[in-house]
């Protein structure tokens, strides 16, 4: 299998996905829970971040215990952390900038990776590379919607995707997924560090629950 072709195959998936909750997790029984709500609600994804030294154990042992859950590992800075996150069974991973090395370790290896971009300059490194599904980053500060969409509006005819993440919220997320070019968003009010924390479950699935409902009423 190609860089690209794997690429293409996780683009395929979390496009009908939509939402996908981006994680913080410092306990692996937490973490655990928290992929155990994903699937109870009908969100079968989660980017697990490698901001904590659990990542990689949390993402090894929710691929062995949820197989449907479409895992992938977030904050992948370097090539030692990209090739934890595909050993420990991540199906995907994301990065928050671009980085050549990492972006060249992961066509080497064929693992679908979408390096972080906000400017015209990152897009068309990543395009040199042969990046086609890239992490608009951080949203929000960099621009919202309007950014995205004066981003996208030169290279439409390359078919390149997008999977905006920071500062998309439950009040915006509607309008980044209603651009054709976005595949997915990246929610990390899905499962708050600090709800997560303090076990407080009941805010986690209406927050989900919210975030499913949302992407029954989308219409592609």
Not at 29 to 37: A, Q, S, T
Not at 44 to 59: L, V
Not at 86 to 99: E, I, L, Q, Y
Not at 156 to 175: D, K, L, S, Y
Request: charged fraction near 20%; glycine fraction near 8%.
């Amino acid at each position: 299998m190609s860089f690209e072709k794997n690429c293409a195959d996780a683009v395929a998936v979390l496009e009908k996905i939509r939402i996908v909750p981006v994680l913080v997790l410092n306990d692996v029984d937490r973490g655990l829970k928290m992929c155990e709500v994903l699937m109870q609600c009908g969100l079968p994804a989660a980017e697990i971040t490698f901001r904590t030294k659990a990542a990689s154990r949390i993402i090894t042992e929710a691929a062995k215990r949820f197989p449907e859950l479409y895992l992938g590992a977030g904050t992948v800075l370097d090539i030692d952390e990209l090739n934890r996150a595909f050993d420990s069974g991540a199906k995907f991973a994301v990065a928050p900038g671009f980085n050549p090395a990492v972006v060249s370790e992961a066509v080497r290896n064929a693992f679908a990776f979408a390096p972080g971009v906000c400017t015209p300059s990152e897009v068309e490194q990543a395009m040199y590379l042969g990046c086609k599904f890239l992490k608009f980053f951080p949203a929000g500060e960099a621009g919202g919607v309007k950014m995205l969409k004066s981003i996208i509006a030169p290279y439409r005819h390359r078919g390149i995707r997008f999977m905006p993440t920071g500062g998309v919220t439950a009040a915006n997320a509607a309008e980044y997924l209603a651009v054709n070019e976005v595949v997915a968003v990246g929610g990390t009010y899905l499962g708050k560090s600090a709800d997560i924390e303090n076990n407080n479950w009941d805010a986690i699935r209406q927050a989900v629950a919210g975030a499913v409902e949302l992407k029954n009423s989308l219409v592609r």
